[in-house]
């Protein structure tokens, strides 16, 4: 084995880990948002529906969950390091080969296997960040964890629209590019070992050699937790995954104001972007989470539960806010059309009213995820935590790739009884009612957890005096 630097492991050294980590997550989650911003451009280039590019990015979101759980299983018997290389270099690769697309099946076919490397970045990357904190921090390091993801949504929803309103290609190729430049910074980033922060580990000095059995995964069922942290991904993700057609509304409120389609694009984008800000309300969340869970360890599931049904009647308002009175320049570049779009949060009372009901809807929902999270590394051993994330990740993505495909078609449904974009309003909001059924799953998880987090502390315990 080859000798390593002085500097291995060291504090420098793993805050360089979690950084390139973050970055990574962020940018698998930029190539998701790339597609769905650039709908129009991409139907018009490839000669295809609009309703096709909706299904292609429905079909990526499960294509990627199912590939989280194989991922994630190898994950915890494996090296997880070279997974999530190789499987970075896979989504790189097909997102690539996107850009080439001349038709609609070559599309649908690179992005695909795009899907499948993202997959590896969702579940074993979750395995290895939840080894680099301690228990009592883990909503807060979490909090970042999915706080970047949100951002790299975010960046490649503002990506696509600005730089795709004309050519779809160019997005995709600077997306892959990011990618594939850290990718190569994530082969000098700490080989993170399993279980690294437990303190009922510290004496073990990360020899911990447990790995997941085949004979095991039915028995993580047995864990009550899991089942309601499962269960909620599905009908939280039905509501989640409306939400990519965000910017699709607010350019169909820019084209109800008579402006062409490229100032729509990149307009409905900006505003996209903009009141996202809400989501930052995350760190928060998962400093609660922390703090309430050292009271009561219920306290996670708890405020995870507060934040989706309060969020619910904030959403409504938010998708049913028109956009009169809007006042942009009509084909003006990216820079003039971000400085109107600001002033206009202050000068326009529609505007102002959309920004405000949606910083409140994402700052509340923004508890969920790094709770989420934290309770998946709780109530789990160490060699358990990829193969779980990875099945929650699953149903998380059955949930959103039929509430991203859904919502297209319920709004096309409407559309001849209420045109755009009252139609895709409607379509949005039927789906935010799935948080009600996530509220409840909570609930229960609330009553399970304590139990399951103290039944991991004897067991990392035992093995630690063994």
Partial sequence: MARRPSWWGSTPHLVFTVVVFIVLASLDNAAIGAIPAMVTPISEELATSKSAIVFMTGASILVAAVSSVAWGYWGDRADRKRLLFWGT????????????????????????VTALGLGAIASVGFSVVSDLVKPERRGLAMSFWGLSQGIGTIIGGLLASQLGADNFRIPLLVI??????????????????????????????????????????????????????????????????????????????????????????????????????????????????????????????????????????????????????????????????????????????WVAAAFLTSLMALALTSADSPNWFALIADVNVPEHRGTVFGLGNFTNGVGRSSGNALTGAVAGSFETALPPPLNWAVG???????????????????????????????????????
Wanted: proline residues 5%; contains cysteine; hydrophobic residues 50%.
């Fill in 89 to 112: 270099l896979v989504w790189v690769g097909g997102l690539t080969l996107s850009a080439t697309a001349q038709v609609y099946w070559q599309l649908f076919l690179w992005q695909m």
């Fill in 428 to 466: 949005l909001a039927v789906f935010q009612l799935a948080f009600l059924p996530t509220g409840f799953c909570y609930w229960r998880a609330a009553k399970t957890s304590p139990g399951d987090i103290a039944a991991v502390n004897e067991t990392l315990r035992e093995r630690a005096e063994s």
């Fill in 176 to 349: 892959a590019a990011a990618g594939a430049l850290f990718s190569v910074l994530y082969l000098a980033t700490f080989d993170v070992p399993r279980g690294y922060r437990e303190p009922a580990l510290a004496g073990l000095e990360g020899e911990y050699e447990y790995k997941i059995e085949p004979d095991q995964v039915p028995e993580l069922w047995d864990v009550h937790t899991n089942r309601w942290l499962i269960f909620q991904g599905l009908a939280a993700q039905f509501a989640y995954g409306s939400l990519v057609w965000v910017p699709l509304l607010y350019q169909e409120k820019v084209l109800a104001e008579g402006y062409s389609s490229s100032t729509a694009t990149k307009v409905g984008g900006l505003f996209a972007t903009i009141i996202t800000l809400g989501a930052l309300a995350s760190i928060l969340g998962g400093y609660l989470g922390d703090v309430w869970e050292r009271r009561n360890p219920s306290g996670r599931a708890l405020v995870s539960m507060i934040g989706v049904l309060g969020a619910i009647p904030f959403f409504l308002l938010f998708f049913f806010i028109p956009m009169r009175g809007l006042d942009v320049t009509d084909g003006a570049g990216t820079l003039t059309l971000v400085g109107e779009v600001l002033v206009s949060i202050f000068t326009n009372p």
